[in-house]
């Protein structure tokens, strides 16, 4: 089965940090384009960055510029997202997928963060 497992998430407040990870299990994602991706309470899901199989930032979201950092490291078969200067608005699930050629795939059950206000 292709998927991936998030971990690190947690409660931090303003102005915490936090790292997120994900593992792939099932695929190799050495040459696809992976994604970092929230999904705030009754919101739709958003992406939050992208990384290329070269590991060159494809996409950062405005919201998180400056503040996040997504990094990847093929050879363990794993994403990361640096998360500083949190906000209450960045509360979300997160979650990692990576990009074929017709859609993103490997969506796992994410990790929960949460921003305390």
């Known amino acids: 089965q292709v998927q991936f497992v998030e971990s690190g998430g947690g409660l931090v407040q303003p102005g915490g940090s936090l790292r997120l990870s994900c593992v792939a299990s099932?695929?190799?994602?050495?040459?696809?384009?992976v994604g970092w991706f929230r999904q705030a309470p009754g919101k739709g899901r958003e992406v939050v960055s992208c990384?290329?199989?070269?590991?060159?930032?494809?996409a950062v979201a405005n919201t998180v510029m400056g503040r996040f950092t997504m990094s990847r490291d093929n050879k363990k078969n794993m994403a990361y997202l640096q998360m500083d200067s949190l906000k209450p608005e960045d509360t979300a699930v997160y979650s990692c997928a990576a990009q074929t050629s017709t859609s993103w795939t490997g969506w796992g059950p994410g990790t929960q963060v949460t921003g305390s206000s």
């Open positions: 099932g695929f190799t994602v050495e040459n696809y384009v």
């Open positions: 990384i290329d199989s070269a590991e060159r930032i494809s």
